[in-house]
């Protein structure tokens, strides 16, 4: 039996202005499309950000209207800002949804079901988990979160490389090619004592990324109360290259599930929470928490 349908007083469409993809008129589109499709008078905003982080105060904002949609135009970065937001308002009715704009966006590729405009025409939530990420163990420790994945040593030292350089395919390949030549592994210490070298971590609550990657067979991603761990530990280099060829055609296969994952840092360590690249001081703890069904979404 279907949820009854879910109805809008507003709807919110975040998106970046300066943004090197479409996203001011993709933005426009929607609102364009929602105003022919919708029943009755809703109001729809567009909230351009204007700065980085932005997006987290416009739609904790948002979010706290009755019965409020908030939509983020964006790749992963811009929708992991939008998700934070809506998390800071507390405990609301709102909705969630994301249209994809520039290059990342592999959270939509993975999840979505249908055209969001139809989606938000016909009104049909359902549930999405979350991973939250604490840093430290004072009480205090703020927590942020991810809607798809949050990765530790390559996948970060990768970003933070191709953050430097231009655009383009082939620079990209080339300095995918230069780092990973570079790159040397890190060590961590898990909860029971013990200390690992590891080449790399994804803790992943959806089942692909990079456009290509198949991390895991999980079949019911992201709403079944835990997230995969795929963990590469140290080995030699050409082993984690053949480890990423069979991503990238076949798949890793099944990967371990959990609920939480824990570990101390003992260097300070760069991580990628949705695409964007952070650092955790050395000899912190570091957890990470499924919060099952903490969105509801549509799309």
């Keep these: 039996m279907n949820p009854t ?8 469409v975040i998106f970046n202005p300066h943004s090197t993809g479409d996203a001011p008129e993709l933005a426009a589109g929607l609102r364009d499309q929602l105003r022919e499709s919708l029943p009755g008078p809703v109001e729809i905003r567009l909230l351009p950000t204007e700065h980085a982080g932005h997006a987290v105060d416009l739609a904790r904002q948002a979010a706290q209207g009755p019965h409020a949609l908030v939509v ?9 800002e939008v998700v934070n937001g809506i998390m800071a308002a507390g405990d609301t009715d709102s909705v969630c949804a994301v249209l994809p704009a520039g290059n990342a966006n592999d959270h939509h590729r993975t999840t979505s079901r249908q055209p969001l405009a139809q989606a938000i025409t016909q ?3 359902r549930p999405m988990d979350l991973l939250r990420l604490t840093l430290g163990n004072e009480p205090s420790a703020e927590s942020v979160y991810a809607h798809s994945y949050i990765g530790f040593g390559l996948t ?14 082939f620079k990209e390949m080339l300095s995918v090619v230069r780092t990973f030549a570079k790159y040397r592994p890190f060590r961590i210490r898990h909860s029971d ?13 959806i089942p692909q990324m990079a456009k290509f990657a198949t991390l895991s067979e999980a079949p019911d991603r992201p709403a079944d ?8 530990p140290h080995t030699a280099k050409w082993r984690i290259l053949a480890k990423a060829f069979r991503a990238s055609t076949t798949g890793l296969g099944d990967q371990p599930s959990v609920d939480r994952y824990e570990f101390t840092t003992l260097k300070p360590l760069p991580y990628q929470i949705d695409g964007e690249v952070r650092s ?12 099952p069904s903490a969105l509801t979404v549509i799309g």
């Excluded at 983020?72 to 992991?80: A, I, K, R």
């Excluded at 004592?193 to 609550?205: M, R």
Aim: no cysteine.
């Design 225 to 232: 109360g835990q997230f995969e761990v795929i963990l590469f």
């Design 72 to 80: 983020s135009v964006s790749g992963d970065g811009g929708y992991n």
């Design 193 to 205: 004592g013990t200390d690992q070298k590891i080449d790399s971590l994804v803790l992943a609550n």
């Design 5 to 12: 349908p879910r109805s809008f007083e507003s709807i919110s």
């Design 156 to 169: 970060p030292v990768v970003a933070i490389d191709l953050e430097k350089g231009n655009k383009g395919a």
């Design 280 to 291: 955790a001081p050395a000899n912190t703890r570091i957890l990470v928490e499924s919060v």
């Design 123 to 125: 009104g049909q939530v």
